[in-house]
């Protein structure tokens, strides 16, 4: 017979009760504190590219990129 021992490094952090009930609003019944904070902070991830590569600050249309490109770097 083997045993497999897993050592898992939990802490605890202080929330006020009504963001525990806030996080808890976005678990299945399955999920622990951790699994629900762990996806929150993937999609928060996810929004934060989408967002960063959506940005059209300081962006021009690729056909004046273009014209850019071949007036700067003539045959």
């Known amino acids: 017979m083997i045993i497999t021992i897993i ?10 009760k ?3 009930e806030e996080i808890m ?3 299945t019944k399955k999920e622990s504190y951790s699994d629900v904070i ?6 928060a991830r ?3 590219l989408h ?3 959506m940005d059209e600050k300081n962006t ?4 004046e990129a273009l014209s850019n ?4 770097w003539q045959k």
Do not use: G, N, V
Request: aromatic share 2%.
């Open 60 to 63: 021009i249309p690729i056909e």
């Open 38 to 43: 762990k996806r929150l902070l993937k999609s």
């Open 7 to 16: 050592k898992m490094d939990h802490t605890t952090i202080a929330i006020k």
């Open 46 to 48: 996810e929004r934060q």
């Open 25 to 27: 609003e976005f678990a």
């Open 18 to 20: 009504d963001l525990k």
């Open 69 to 72: 490109a071949k007036k700067r």
């Open 51 to 53: 967002d960063l590569l």
